[in-house]
């Protein structure tokens, strides 16, 4: 574990180091609930201008546009750090450390979202089972489960293209997810956004959570399971838009577990 600081780093800001905390507790988190896919998918959090330091010719000076964090590829989340994650700008280019490499499938979809969306802070995209295997579902999430009705009002789909190498889908993946925070990317995964780490969090565990029970329950066949009814479906809905302010209560205890399973692990 690296015992690095921002005084040890001039081109990190005290703002960005903060971020680059959040997020590393983030794939570790994933790690943590089993979310994960070894090396693969990708985490991203936004460092606005005004908290991202560059190079000058008389040392660091504030950047003039976003960049954004992401994992170097090859690293697992569990073992992901603040000062490990790379700095990318909007046209993929590094920024900083020359030798780092980052998924190119990664960057195509997260540069998609920071670029346009302006409450992209952090994105997170993953392949788990469940959502993955609703995202091949042709009905999508159903009206199942509580947690699915909480989040079907925010719920977009974007049609799968293949392995996400093709700068132009960013601006179809933007033009499907349109107003909404959480996407289930056809045959292929699913991606949710925030404002903050702990938001982009309880969203993605949301879904995880009404994925699973959702093919829990199909399980007994399409015939077999009971939607909820609209009126009650419709009451729900609006519920939703509070994860906000109950991810700002979970965020506090899932630091505490990471504490518990990697001691030490912010330094």
Partial sequence: MTTDTPAAHPLISPAEWAIRKDLAALYRLVALFGWDDTIFTHISARVPAKDSRVAGPDGPVVSDVDHFLINPYGTFFEEMTASALVKVDLDGQVVGAADAFINPA??????????????????????TDAMTGVSAQAEGLLPLTQNALLLRPHMAYHAYEGVALDHDERQRIVADLGQKKIMLLRNHGALAYGASAAEAFTLIYFLEQACRQQIAALSAGRNGVLEAPQDV???????????GFVSGLLWPGLMRRLERHYPGWES
Avoid at 106 to 113: K, M
Avoid at 233 to 243: N, T
Wanted: aromatic residues 4%.
């Fill in 233 to 243: 479906q419709d009451k729900v809905a609006p519920l939703g838009a509070g994860v």
């Fill in 106 to 127: 990664g960057f195509t979809i997260h540069s998609a979202l920071h670029a346009a969306c302006p409450d992209a802070h952090v994105v997170i995209h993953l392949h």
